[in-house]
């Protein structure tokens, strides 16, 4: 089993940036792939980018050339750099873990609103 804690939400105005952490326990972190994803009020959960253990990154095109996804293996840590937010990337954020075989792991999620 696998703990999740994000961290580094908050409320700030668009066009600003914030950075996301997503610290994880209790298994080999640098074998799992981790990825990020928000659900805002009344929508569904979607994804915003993924990073797999050999460093690949995807993302969402609605995040493509603002955000950044990274991975520190050592801190066991999980990232994500948000850069030129905007009032529609207001939501709930949340970090998973994933491994072949094992039911995926999920944090708590983190506040991030944008005012306009």
């Known amino acids: 089993q696998v703990q999740l804690v994000e961290s580094g939400g908050g409320l700030v105005q668009a066009g600003g940036s914030l950075r996301l952490s997503c610290a994880a326990s209790?298994?080999?972190?640098?074998?799992?792939?981790m990825a990020w994803y928000r659900q805002a009020p009344g929508k569904q959960r979607e994804f915003v980018a993924v990073?797999?253990?050999?460093?690949?990154?995807n993302y969402a095109d609605s995040v493509k050339g603002r955000f950044t996804i990274s991975r520190d293996n050592a801190k066991n840590t999980m990232y994500l750099q948000m850069n030129s937010l905007k009032p529609e990337d207001t939501a709930v954020y949340y970090c998973?873990?994933?491994?072949?075989?094992?039911?995926?792991?999920w944090g708590q999620g983190t506040q991030v609103t944008v005012s306009s």
């Open positions: 998973k873990c994933s491994y072949p075989g094992v039911k995926d792991s």
């Open positions: 209790g298994s080999i972190f640098s074998r799992n792939v």
């Open positions: 990073i797999t253990s050999g460093g690949f990154t």
